[in-house]
């Protein structure tokens, strides 16, 4: 059963770190891209970074860009989103999402991806 389950989130001062994980279970990773999205209350669902696990070519949206960092351990079966210097802004529920097409990063169209985990709250407050 292919899985994605998403760990890592919880409350932080402005300013902080977190680091989240996505455990990949029922396939293995290196042969898709894997993005990270997030959803605010009243807001839509959106993307935040991707990494190609076969290539290791990532991508930021503008507004994490130089505080976030994806990377991955196929190893494991894992991919990691760490992120610094976080703002209020930044507070949602994360998720980790396979993307359907492709091994390439393209895009945060959240229909083109599948195996949505359950989710971790980030909450970034003082």
């Known amino acids: 059963q292919v899985q994605l389950v998403e760990s890592g989130g919880g409350l932080v001062q402005p300013g902080g770190s977190l680091k989240l994980s996505c455990a990949a279970s029922?396939?293995?990773?290196?042969?898709?891209?894997i993005g990270w999205f997030r959803q605010a209350p009243g807001k839509e669902r959106e993307g935040v970074s991707c990494?190609?696990?076969?290539?290791?070519?990532?991508d930021y949206v503008d507004s994490v860009k130089g505080r976030f960092t994806i990377s991955k351990d196929n190893a494991k079966n894992t991919v990691y989103l760490q992120m610094n210097s976080l703002k209020p802004e930044d507070t949602a529920v994360y998720y980790c999402?396979?993307?359907?097409?492709?091994?390439?990063?393209?895009?945060?169209?959240?229909?083109?991806?599948?195996?949505w985990g359950q989710g971790t709250q980030v909450t970034v407050s003082s």
């Open positions: 999402a396979v993307r359907r097409m492709g091994s390439y990063c393209s895009g945060y169209v959240p229909d083109e991806y599948s195996y």
């Open positions: 029922g396939f293995r990773l290196g042969y898709f891209a």
């Open positions: 990494i190609s696990t076969q290539h290791g070519s990532t």
